[in-house]
């Protein structure tokens, strides 16, 4: 068996975690990556010394808050803003010039002064503005 880096271990324990089990033991860690329980420990504990990995209140292990950062800082979804400007100022125009269906939008009955509401805004194939609030 060749000797695995460092980085390739840590990488093994970051892919152990997935959407069924977002928190995992040490031992589970192990398990699924096939490293010894020693090593998993070692690395998980350096990982959650660095804030890559945390712990919960049974000392569980979790994907930490560092690594979300640093991920983010990747993420597609940086340039967001700037994909659905040119939707949300189409959203903008036609609500500007339609007063009566602007209010009967953004005003249902149930929401209270200072809410926020979610609008989804997409184009159609026949490129319609659709909505979805």
Do not use: K, N, Y
Not at 53 to 71: S, T, Y
Request: proline fraction near 4%.
């Amino acid at each position: 068996m060749t000797r695995e880096s460092v980085l390739t271990r840590a990488v093994l324990i970051f892919e152990a975690f997935d959407p069924d089990h977002p928190a995992l033991s040490v031992s589970e860690i192990a398990r699924r990556t096939g490293l010894h329980v020693a090593t998993a420990s070692r690395l998980v504990a350096q990982l959650v010394e660095h804030g890559l990995l945390a712990r919960d209140e049974q000392r569980r292990v979790r994907v930490g808050m560092r690594l979300w950062e640093l991920a983010s800082r990747a993420a597609p979804t940086l340039g967001l803003r700037e994909a659905a400007m040119p939707f949300m100022e189409d959203l903008h125009a036609v609500l500007e010039g339609e007063p009566d269906h602007r209010d009967s939008i953004l005003d249902d009955g149930e929401r209270e002064a200072g809410d926020c509401m979610s609008v989804c805004v997409s184009r159609s194939r026949s490129d319609r503005l659709v909505l979805d609030l």
